[in-house]
């Protein structure tokens, strides 16, 4: 994974979503205007596997979490190429619900 800025958009059957992260050293780390995201990254080649956990820092009950649940931990597995990475997978806490996200790069 490309150190730097990212854009992601994610769906699940809930609905879907938007945000920034920033990766760098096996890290990310970011959020959008309902959540947090923290997590850490590997990659071999042109595969990528994500484990990102949520935190809830806006209590704004129109911000409906995706899962349901304020906190998940997203187990994700994915392709990268050029400046874009394409991601699958579920949330320990809710399996049966199956999330899809794009990642962007903006900047490093």
Not at 37 to 59: A, C, E, L, M
Not at 73 to 86: F, K, V
Request: glycine letters at 14%; proline letters at 3%; hydrophobic letters at 40%.
């Amino acid at each position: 994974m490309r150190d730097g800025l990212y854009k992601v958009d994610f769906h699940t059957v809930h609905g879907t979503g938007s945000g920034v992260i920033y990766a760098i050293g096996g890290k990310v780390r970011g959020g959008n205007s309902g959540f947090a995201f923290i997590g850490t990254y590997t990659g071999d080649g042109d595969r990528i596997s994500v484990k990102v956990s949520t935190q809830r820092h806006n209590f704004d009950p129109n911000l409906k979490p995706l899962f349901g649940v304020d906190v998940v931990t997203l187990t994700l597995r994915g392709t990268m190429s050029d400046d874009m990475i394409d991601l699958e997978g579920t949330a320990l806490q809710v399996p049966g619900v199956h999330f899809k996200a794009v990642l962007t790069w903006i900047a490093d």
